[in-house]
Every structure is written in C-alpha cells, then in structure tokens.
C-alpha cells in the first residue's frame, strides 16, 4: 500500500516537467511514459487511452492539411475536458488524466510541443502493453 502512495506521489511529480515540455528531450519523455505505462497498466483499459490518442490524432491530421499551427490550437485545448469527462466516468482514468491535463496545456503553445505530446502519448501506449496493460 505504501508502494503505490510513492508512486502516486513520483507521478504527480512528473506534472511540473511535462508543463514545460519544449525543454523536456525524447529521453525524458519516453523515461515519465515508461513509469506512466507502467502505473497505470493494471487499471486503464488500452480502449480509455486510445479514444483520448485518437482525438490528438485527429488534430494532427488537421495539422498537417491546414499546416497552421494556430487553426488548430483551439482544437488541442478543448482535449482538456475530454480528459476530465473520461476521469469523471472512470475514477481510474483520474491520475493519467491529471498527468495528461498538465502535458496538453504545453502542447497548445507550439507545434514542436504538440508533436512531442503526440509521442509521449505513443510511448505511454506502449509501455501500457509492455507491462501487462488491460485491454
């Protein structure tokens, strides 16, 4: 029990980092994806993280065919009650939400930080699986 209380609390730790995430290298980022991946393996469900990428997706898409960055920073914004309705369903969602809330906010102020996010995403999918995730 006292386990997951320290790793609730390193997670939470990660928000102040991925705040910033131009001055975060990909190490970094696949580093917090990996130790997000693995916290949250044995409670989200592989679909909860999908649907969110798939929303990001979308705005990627849209990135690369209007190819201006600020046509779509509203759209990356909005993301942010996407997490908040699925942690509101799913109390399990909440911590990743958190996480999630802090990075999205960064990556609306650049295209650089948004194509960092997209694989940040991909990364924490990918530890999710790695270490046993639901799916």
Known sequence: MNGAREQQTSLSGFKRELSDLKTLGMDRLVEIAAQVGEAI????????????????????????????????????????????????RHQDVKELAEILDTAVKSAAQ???NF???????????????????RD
Request: no cysteine.
């Open 41 to 88: 393996s044995r409670k989200v469900k592989m679909n909860q993280i999908r649907r969110f990428l798939d929303g990001a997706r979308k705005v990627e898409s849209e990135l690369k065919s209007r190819e201006k960055f600020e046509e779509v920073k509203d759209q990356i914004v909005l993301l942010r009650p996407k997490l908040a309705y699925a942690a509101g």
């Open 110 to 112: 650049t295209q650089e």
């Open 115 to 133: 194509m960092k996010f997209l694989r940040f995403m991909e990364s924490i999918i990918a530890y999710h699986r790695f270490y046993g995730g």
